[in-house]
């Protein structure tokens, strides 16, 4: 079935360092993987996401990984800014068309 | 939020009662989806619609109703049954290709 496990849940960073957060997901369908960033209060805004037939993808500070053959990607946060404390969400979709979440990930950064 | 508007940002509820939360989008996409948000839970599917006029369980419909008489409109019910409708409620939308965009949330309150 889809499940989508994500790691850490908490994650806590200097100001300037680089954040990775991490998911693993089981369903071999799925070819869309977003990454979300949550402010208190407010409803989770897509950031970057990356598609099935990409390895890698850069926009600005942040990167998305994907590696299929493991069922993992990968968000990469570098020159971390106290604005970037926030929840990150990641997800995917596969042949059901709905999106998974994994559970959230807690980023602290640190002045 | 991108064209997608939640209503209202705050809604208290007595015991017993039902109440309706509103979802309105003008992007024209054809699925819509509601989640339920609570602290450490990441975010739960409760019902989702791809089409107007058709629409599926998620993860946890049980308590809730929806209907999808309108592309632009997908009302999500909360009933007496729902024991604990303690939370903060997001709806979404998305086209075909996969990216979802969220409205800025109903954070339901039982007195």
């Known amino acids: 079935g889809e499940n989508v496990e994500q790691h850490p849940s908490t994650l806590s960073v200097q100001e300037g360092d680089s954040a990775v957060i991490k998911c693993t997901y089981s369903d071999s369908a799925s070819n869309y993987f977003p990454w979300y960033k949550q402010e208190l209060g407010k409803g989770p805004q897509l950031i970057i996401d990356i598609r099935s037939n990409v390895g890698e993808k850069k926009d600005q500070r942040i990167a998305v990984t994907l590696n299929k053959t493991a069922k993992h990607f990968s968000l990469h946060i570098t020159e971390t800014q106290p604005e970037d404390s926030a929840v990150y969400f990641c997800?995917?979709?596969?042949?059901?068309?709905?999106?998974?979440f994994g559970k959230g990930t807690k980023l602290t950064v640190n002045p | 939020d991108g064209g997608i508007t939640q209503s209202p940002k705050y809604l208290f509820r007595k015991e017993g009662q039902n109440v309706t939360l509103s979802c309105e989008q003008n992007l024209n996409h054809d699925a819509m989806y509601w989640y339920r948000q609570d602290p450490g839970q990441g975010l739960r599917l409760i019902y989702y619609s791809q089409i107007v006029n058709d629409f599926q369980k998620g993860d946890i419909a049980e308590g809730y109703s929806v209907s999808r008489e309108k592309k632009e409109s997908f009302p999500l019910t909360v009933t007496s049954a729902q024991k604990n409708p303690t939370a903060f409620y997001l709806c979404?939308?998305?086209?075909?290709?996969?990216?979802?965009?969220f409205g800025q949330g109903t954070r339901l309150t039982v007195v």
């Open positions: 997800a995917q979709q596969g042949g059901s068309e709905k999106l998974v």
């Open positions: 979404a939308i998305s086209h075909r290709r996969g990216e979802a965009f």
